[in-house]
T-cell receptor, first 112, second 112 residues
Framework: NAGVTQTPKFQVLKTGQSMTLQCAQD?????MSWYRQDPGMGLRLIHY???????DQGEVPNGYNVSRSTTEDFPLRLLSAAPSQTSVYFC???????????FGPGTRLTVL | EDQVTQSPEALRLQEGESSSLNCSYT??????LFWYRQDPGKGPEFLFT???AGEEKEKERLKATLTKKESFLHITAPKPEDSATYLC?????????????FGQGTILTVHP
């Protein structure tokens, strides 16, 4: 199993540009989530999904959109990037049998 | 407001010098408390889940304990390879089930 994979690893955007951060898992997990990690702020939940077709907002959802059309994929969209979205983004997934969340390697995003 | 606070922010130890990291929480309806290890440039790696006060779990040189207000991560005779950021997170029940609220982390450095 590859676990949780994220692409790209690094990305530089200009203010106002849009992009999609990709996340995929091959563990057949229903629960997936997106976090951002900023210095001194810890990991904060952006959006999460409890299954295909079901998404909900986390602690810091503004400026981000998500959709979940398949169990495997959970992309995060930035419609109009802002410098405040400069961060490291982590995707995670969790199975139903326990609470252990598996994290991907992260995407480091810089918005100029 | 649900809060998770970790202390100290940074800890420097000599190899073999045992110590403890603290995670205090003020939440209602705790479902589980999690410890993760994060190496630079990587995603968090799961260590332990604790569910009820009095519970303890061990893995190599690490032991996690839980009370009604805090958790400790004890490191016995640490080695340089234990250097990492250690993250604590809580999961709540009810409508917040599955969401993780993280502390800011403790940066551990073990000198040879």
């Amino acid at each position: 199993n590859a676990g949780v994979t994220q692409t790209p690893k690094f990305q530089v955007l200009k203010t106002g540009q849009s992009m999609t951060l990709q996340c995929a898992q091959d563990m057949n997990h229903e629960y997936m989530s997106w976090y951002r990690q900023d210095p001194g702020m810890g990991l904060r939940l952006i959006h999460y999904s409890v299954g295909a077709g079901i998404t909900d907002q986390g602690e810091v959802p503004n400026g981000y959109n998500v959709s979940r059309s398949t169990t495997e994929d959970f992309p995060l969209r930035l419609l109009s990037a802002a410098p405040s979205q400069t961060s490291v983004y982590f995707c995670a997934s969790r199975g139903d049998s326990n609470n252990e969340q598996f994290f991907g390697p992260g995407t480091r995003l810089t918005v100029l | 407001e649900d809060q998770v606070t970790q202390s100290p922010e940074a800890l420097r130890l000599q190899e073999g010098e045992s110590s403890s990291l603290n995670c205090s929480y003020t939440v209602s309806g705790l479902r589980g408390l999690f410890w993760y290890r994060q190496d630079p440039g990587k995603g968090p790696e799961f260590l332990f889940t604790l569910y009820s006060a009095g519970e303890e779990k061990e893995k190599e040189r690490l032991k996690a304990t839980l009370t009604k207000k805090e958790s400790f991560l004890h490191i016995t005779a640490p080695k340089p390879e234990d250097s990492a950021t250690y993250l604590c997170a809580v999961s709540l029940g009810g409508t917040s089930y599955g969401k993780l609220t993280f502390g800011q982390g403790t940066i551990l450095t073990v000198h040879p």
